[in-house]
């Protein structure tokens, strides 16, 4: 009898053949399981390298770390920032708000920033960029990512010079790389670069792309878009035997009293670890969300376009299933036979789908898009394509299997 002979070799062998046999439809099928595994992979693998290089960047800012900055970020939903450098939006801070939180016990190294937009000229070339006036000891002290790289940095209180960020030294559109002892014309007035930074690759801060000058020599460059004695921002560290949520709460209640606002209507913002860890989870949870339903969406029309080649096939081979189960094929093995097509349907799509998604997370590389590539994901993506054809071919395998064989026979 044929269910003796019809061994788990042979019902594969069988399901091959059928494939081979529609080829062109087959192969329509298992482009839809393509497009979505390799989606899947890809956008997991982006939506991972993402998160990675975020966490890679915010190890820079140091979890004693506190910035201060003239917005609400309960109310805007987060730092606000325009270009490179940070913007009042809300409110305003003031070298007396600097002078009160440098007071506190807690406070370990802390400085006043002014950062605004200037006109930027470099032998005949102009550009317009953001320009931080910082007492460059104590910031550096602050953000421990800020290295010289050529030259020198520059001292507390020395005046008309310059340190310059790596991406700004090689901005394109300066006709040659910023040079240590050249000079920068910024807002009509020279100053020598002295140094120039390490690459941070940190885009939080935007680093690489700045202009250092001293805190005084901002006030003059810019006292004419400032109000007097207004900063943009106050960066500080936090003593290692204090919690820095704890001295965000002591900062939050002494700027409340200078600013005379209650507590949810404060016109200023303070930047932690634990709010950047949070903001950035909350991230994480909206793009697992967001991937979650593409990946679904693909896989229902690649499961979808099995199911519809399944189902057209069993119409098709009525007869053939009718001659079959007259030589003696039993249920089980009509309904493994359709099992093993989608199966195969689902294994070939989720192979070459697995290939094509490392090709494009390469390109992707070569072009400095974040990327990981997790084995996990890779072999998961795999398995469940396999999965999705055999749930895909269930319903149509099982009615196979149930066809009677006179009516079978019958058919034409």
Avoid: C
Wanted: avoid cysteine; proline fraction near 2%; charged fraction near 20%.
């Amino acid at each position: 009898m044929l269910s003796e002979l019809m061994k788990a070799k042979d019902i594969v062998n069988y399901a091959v053949k059928s494939l081979k046999h529609s080829k062109l439809r087959t192969w329509l099928t298992i482009i839809g399981i393509v497009i979505g595994i390799s989606s899947v992979i890809v956008l997991v693998s982006i939506g991972q390298g993402l998160d990675k290089s975020i966490s890679d960047q915010l190890s820079q800012f140091g979890s004693s770390t506190i910035i201060i900055i003239p917005v609400n970020l309960e109310a805007s939903g987060g730092p606000s920032f325009s270009g490179n450098a940070m913007r009042s939006t809300t409110g305003k801070l003031f070298l007396k708000d600097y002078e009160e939180i440098r007071k506190l016990g807690s406070i370990d190294t802390i400085t006043p920033v002014i950062s605004q937009r200037a006109s930027v000229e470099y032998k005949g070339k102009e550009i317009t960029s953001s320009v931080g006036g910082i007492f460059p000891e104590t910031y550096q002290s602050v953000f421990k990512s800020v290295e010289i790289g050529e030259g020198r940095m520059m001292s507390d209180y020395e005046k008309g010079s310059v340190i310059v960020g790596s991406s700004m030294a090689e901005n394109s559109a300066w006709k040659e790389d910023i040079q240590v002892n050249s000079y920068l014309n910024i807002n009509g007035k020279n100053f020598r670069v002295v140094g120039i930074l390490n690459k941070t690759g940190n885009s939080f801060a935007n680093i690489d792309d700045m202009i250092y000058i001293n805190y005084y020599d901002a006030q003059d460059l810019f006292e004419n878009q400032l109000e007097d004695k207004e900063i943009n921002a106050i960066t500080l560290e936090v003593k290692e035997d204090f919690d820095p949520e704890e001295v965000a709460e002591e900062i939050r209640e002494k700027l409340r009293n200078l600013h005379k606002v209650r507590e949810g209507e404060e016109d200023f913002g303070l930047i932690t670890s634990k709010f950047i860890n949070d903001t950035i989870g909350s991230i994480g949870s909206i793009l697992s969300v967001f991937l979650g339903a593409i990946a679904a969406i693909s896989l229902l029309v690649g499961g979808v376009g099995i199911m519809n080649t399944m189902f057209m096939s069993v119409v098709e081979r009525t007869a053939e299933i009718g001659t079959l189960k007259a030589i003696g094929a039993s249920e089980k093995e009509i309904l493994a036979i359709f099992l093993v097509e989608s199966g195969v349907i689902g294994l070939v799509g989720g192979l070459i789908g697995v290939v094509l998604a490392i090709l494009i997370l390469f390109v992707l590389e070569g072009f400095a898009v974040p990327v990981v590539i997790k084995d996990y994901v890779v072999i998961g993506a795999f398995l469940f394509s396999f999965i999705v054809g055999i749930i895909s071919g269930a319903i149509p395998s099982k009615r196979a299997a149930e066809i009677s064989p006179l009516e079978a026979l019958r058919y034409e």
